[in-house]
């Protein structure tokens, strides 16, 4: 919703200053400039980038629509199931929570918390890690430098959009001035035409510069900049689950546990200490 709004905002300053000033909405109506920047646009973005980066652009460019995903309260759920699997641990061993890592959408423990359930990435992580506790062969380090890469490998991967999506921002007014260099080599053939229709060409050649311009710092590299934001916020998500389940591993109680969780979160979604342990005793009370 946001971005559908910054998108009107955009455009209703630009064209509704340009009218206010007693400019004709009509003359920046310039098609064949669209054509030649959307069309160079396209051919470098295919030019420039591998079969999967375009895949990968072309999937995430969806959810700059969606709203806020991870907010305090999917943050809460998480770590309050955290806490039951990990207070399951500790009550009955590690064996217990086998059949629930390995299929947590029969899991009477993730059953309780089906918007955890809705996020695969999330879901894939923990299970995974949690599968390895299970069979306790890796010691703290060995898992802590395993979380990493795999964070790191989301993280670039995630970064991958957002790149392709920068340097089409950064290259649309550079469309832009070719569009309008484009129309002034037209003007300069048509010399000999009366001064009026010459400048009607000149400023549709300028419509090129200012379109290209536009498009480029007014909505492409904007979509950029949303489609990190929601990156880092998932990268979150999984540092999260990181740092609870090391702390578990290294002796810590399940409540301490995901009180070290907390921690990394940033301030918007953070639960307060008090607001957590409300949550994790609503858990142990269930």
């Given at each position: 919703?946001?971005?559908?709004?910054?998108?009107l905002i955009?455009?209703?300053?630009?064209?509704?200053?340009f009218?206010?000033?007693?400019?004709h909405l009509?003359?920046?109506?310039?098609?064949?400039?669209?054509?030649?920047i959307?069309?160079?646009?396209?051919?470098?973005?295919?030019l420039?980038?591998?079969?999967?980066?375009?895949?990968?652009?072309?999937?995430t460019?969806?959810?700059?629509?969606?709203?806020?995903?991870?907010?305090?309260?999917l943050?809460?759920?998480?770590?309050?199931?955290?806490?039951?699997?990990?207070?399951?641990?500790?009550?009955?061993?590690m064996?217990?929570?086998?059949?629930?890592?390995?299929?947590?959408?029969?899991?009477?423990?993730?059953?309780?918390y089906?918007?955890?359930?809705?996020?695969?990435?999330?879901?894939?992580?923990?299970?995974?890690?949690?599968?390895?506790m299970?069979?306790?062969?890796?010691?703290?380090?060995?898992?802590?430098?395993?979380?990493?890469?795999?964070?790191?490998?989301?993280?670039q991967?995630g970064e991958?959009?957002?790149?392709c999506?920068?340097?089409?921002?950064?290259?649309?007014?550079a469309?832009?001035?070719?569009?309008?260099?484009?129309?002034?080599?037209?003007?300069?053939?048509?010399v000999?035409?009366?001064?009026?229709?010459?400048?009607i060409?000149?400023?549709?050649?300028?419509?090129?510069t200012?379109?290209?311009?536009?498009?480029?710092?007014g909505?492409?590299?904007?979509?950029?900049?949303?489609l990190?934001?929601?990156?880092?916020?998932?990268?979150?998500?999984?540092?999260?689950?990181?740092?609870?389940?090391?702390?578990?591993?290294?002796g810590?109680?399940?409540?301490?546990?995901?009180e070290?969780?907390?921690?990394?979160?940033?301030?918007t979604?953070r639960?307060?200490?008090?607001?957590?342990?409300?949550?994790?005793r609503q858990?142990?009370?269930k």
């Amino acid at each position: 919703m946001l971005v559908i709004v910054g998108c009107l905002i955009v455009l209703g300053s630009v064209f509704g200053g340009f009218a206010l000033a007693g400019g004709h909405l009509a003359a920046l109506y310039q098609p064949l400039e669209l054509l030649i920047i959307g069309g160079a646009a396209v051919g470098a973005f295919v030019l420039g980038n591998t079969r999967k980066a375009q895949k990968a652009t072309f999937k995430t460019l969806p959810k700059v629509l969606e709203g806020p995903r991870y907010t305090k309260e999917l943050c809460m759920d998480l770590m309050a199931l955290l806490y039951d699997l990990l207070a399951k641990v500790r009550k009955d061993g590690m064996m217990s929570i086998e059949a629930d890592v390995d299929r947590p959408f029969e899991s009477p423990i993730f059953a309780h918390y089906p918007n955890i359930l809705a996020d695969h990435q999330v879901i894939e992580f923990m299970t995974d890690y949690l599968r390895l506790m299970v069979g306790g062969n890796l010691n703290a380090f060995e898992l802590e430098n395993l979380m990493d890469n795999e964070i790191e490998t989301h993280h670039q991967e995630g970064e991958m959009p957002v790149h392709c999506m920068s340097k089409l921002g950064d290259s649309m007014p550079a469309f832009g001035i070719i569009a309008a260099v484009m129309g002034v080599i037209h003007t300069m053939a048509s010399v000999g035409l009366p001064p009026s229709e010459l400048g009607i060409l000149v400023a549709q050649a300028l419509v090129g510069t200012f379109l290209g311009i536009l498009l480029g710092y007014g909505f492409v590299s904007p979509l950029a900049a949303v489609l990190e934001q929601k990156l880092e916020e998932s990268t979150k998500m999984l540092q999260c689950i990181r740092i609870t389940l090391l702390a578990s591993i290294n002796g810590y109680a399940p409540a301490l546990a995901v009180e070290f969780g907390r921690k990394v979160l940033y301030s918007t979604e953070r639960p307060s200490f008090i607001e957590l342990e409300d949550r994790v005793r609503q858990a142990r009370n269930k």
